[in-house]
């Protein structure tokens, strides 16, 4: 009989899958660079995140938990940062004026 961690563990692998195929889409389907920064950052972010919570789930230990919530915190705040400058970096090549 399966246990019940090892079933919440594939629910979990199987999110961040779907949203990591998610923001791939949206990275190939998206007509700016703009756009294509905020579903690779959002989106990539939180199917990080699910990844770190599903192995800190099967893992088990406080460790493990401890780490993931690190990780899950260094996502979440670099992600947005790094899309931002990605994105002041693609107006300004194209020419656009920042606005302040």
Do not use: N, Y
């Not at 791939?24 to 690779?40: C, I, Q």
């Amino acid at each position: 009989m399966i246990a019940m961690i090892e079933v919440i563990t594939g629910i979990l692998a199987l999110l961040a899958g779907g949203f990591a195929l998610v923001a791939a889409v949206g990275v190939v389907r998206f007509p700016d660079a703009l756009t294509r920064m905020h579903a690779s950052s959002k989106v990539g972010a939180f199917a990080g995140s699910l990844a770190l919570i599903c192995a800190a789930v099967d893992i088990g230990s406080v460790s493990a938990v401890t780490r993931a919530v690190i990780a899950i915190l260094f996502l979440f705040l670099t992600a947005p940062i790094g899309a931002h400058l990605l994105g002041r970096a693609a107006a300004w090549r194209s020419g656009q004026e920042a606005k302040r």
